[in-house]
């Protein structure tokens, strides 16, 4: 029995059934026990391999996005936050916007929450199946810069460019140089109407072109960015401010 167990394993592995290969002695075992039935057992044994393989998945697509850390949306506290509500979180929540390619643009001073906001969803995405990359500007700037001669930033930018959401932090931080603002124009351009992008930023989209220092390329980025858009203006006290920690009590 066991010589037979040996080799469907091995038939297993050959499928690139790995997973399902490695469980099954402890399965068969757990179907002797508790009597399953044929039925029972083959559901068993493809229910592990699609759990372990979502599993895996899940770990890669995370591991891919670079999250600065990892607190889930529902550490965010929408009270909190008086530019959006429950309702409104929860409608973000569900994703449809970017099933449906809108971008979201959250804007405010430091320490409203944008970054929060943007890595909640982005983990949310995560579990629901979407590639998805966080990405600060500056790093995105010298990944565009690189990317002729740097095998990492190819790699990099190719994952940019086939996620599902893209989320690029503090995009107003730096001003850029014509060069710079036409290599961000071209990849904005790419992900036009393929992925969802949460852009953050603390300037507003008016002041944008004096930070891209071209009026004709920042036109064309905001014409794509804004085609089909939620912008969230949000404000309130700095919450590191509001809830800082002191070494003195
Ligand atoms: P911003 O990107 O707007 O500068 P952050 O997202 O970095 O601000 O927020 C600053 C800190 O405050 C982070 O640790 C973040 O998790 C926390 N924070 C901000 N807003 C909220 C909120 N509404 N609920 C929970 N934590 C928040
Ligand atoms: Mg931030």
């Not at 643009?105 to 430091?110: K, M, R």
């Not at 790093?139 to 990099?156: A, G, N, P, Y």
Request: hydrophobic share 40%; glycine share 4%; net charge neutral.
């Amino acid at each position: 029995m066991s010589q037979s167990v040996e080799a469907i394993q091995a038939a297993f592995k050959q499928l690139r059934l790995a997973e399902m290969s490695q469980a099954l002695p402890q399965l068969l075992r757990q179907a002797e026990k508790h009597s399953w039935t044929y039925m029972e057992l083959l559901t068993e044994i493809t229910d592990f391999e699609l759990k372990q393989r979502e599993a895996k998945s899940i770990e890669r697509r995370l591991k891919w996005a670079h999250f600065p850390y990892h607190k889930p949306l529902s550490s965010f506290d929408v009270s909190q936050q008086s530019a959006l509500s429950q309702r409104q979180l929860n409608q973000l929540a569900t994703l449809n916007w970017v099933e449906q390619q809108y971008n979201l643009i959250l804007l405010g001073p430091p320490g409203v929450g944008k970054t929060a906001l943007g890595v909640g969803l982005g983990l949310e995405a995560i579990q629901r199946g979407y590639q998805v990359i966080f990405i600060t500007m500056g790093e995105l700037m010298h990944l565009l810069k690189t990317e002729e001669f740097t095998r990492k930033s190819q790699i990099h930018l190719k994952r940019i460019r086939s996620a599902g959401l893209v989320i690029i932090d503090d995009l107003m931080y730096l001003a850029m140089d014509s060069y710079e603002a036409n290599l961000f124009f071209q990849l904005v351009n790419h992900l036009y109407e393929q992925c969802s992008v949460i852009l953050t930023s603390n300037k507003a989209p008016d002041q944008w072109s004096e930070l891209m220092g071209d009026q004709g390329i920042t036109t064309a980025i905001l014409d794509r960015l804004l085609h089909r858009v939620e912008v969230i203006q949000m404000d309130g006290d700095s919450y590191r401010m509001k809830n800082k920690q002191k070494i003195f009590t």
